[in-house]
């Protein structure tokens, strides 16, 4: 009996605790913290709208956004130019980047043309008697040829047998290398694109 009553009072015990102890939770009020009211004052200026240079001050190397490699497929000396040849350089559209010395390439492409003119006056004979009918044509193409200027294209050739007979003179292949040739003195100068 005696167990009984110690347990009983246990138990009351502690749910007596429990109501106090949410009774305190309960009414607990938390103050509300209390904030001094600055005003700070400060100066003010009115817009007035207008461009601001923005001016950088920096050290370091710089990077090109858009950089090209350049490869020149003939060999020779850089001639000198208004710019100098260096990395950042500005060039505008068609202007020289870079000039190779090409006067011998020069020299040796009018030595073609002078021997190429001179296998078609060589033929003009044989045309006259073999072809007269295309005489006047090949007289025509002959007088368009000067070998300080870009070689006019051969002219049409209406048979097998002129074919035959311009090819087997080596007119083809001398107008082709001086074409080749022509080709290749352009590729001394680099423009801007």
Avoid: C, H
Avoid at 9 to 29: C, P, Q, R, T, W
Avoid at 39 to 57: A, G, H, L, Y
Avoid at 99 to 123: M, P, V
Avoid at 164 to 179: D, L, P
């Amino acid at each position: 009996m005696r167990k009984i009553v110690s347990i009983a009072l246990g138990v009351l015990l502690l749910v007596g605790a429990l109501f106090i102890a949410k009774y305190l939770i309960d009414n607990k009020k938390k103050p509300k913290p209390q904030f001094d009211k600055i005003v700070k004052t400060v100066f003010v200026e009115e817009v007035e709208n207008k461009d601001i240079p923005i001016v950088i001050t920096t050290s370091g190397n710089l990077t090109a956004k858009n950089k090209i490699d350049l490869f020149s497929e003939v060999q020779g000396l850089l001639k000198p130019s208004s710019k100098e040849f260096k990395a950042g350089t500005i060039y505008s559209k068609g202007e020289n980047l870079i000039s190779i010395n090409s006067d011998e390439f020069y020299a040796n492409l009018t030595s073609q043309k002078s021997n190429f003119y001179n296998s078609l006056t060589s033929i003009m004979p044989d045309i006259r008697l073999d072809y007269p009918d295309e005489f006047q044509k090949w007289q025509t193409y002959l007088n368009s040829v000067d070998i300080y200027k870009p070689i006019p294209k051969l002219p049409e050739m209406n048979t097998d047998k002129e074919k035959f007979f311009i090819s087997g003179r080596g007119i083809n292949t001398a107008y082709y290398n001086v074409k080749n040739l022509e080709v290749r003195l352009s590729k001394y100068n680099l423009k801007q694109r």
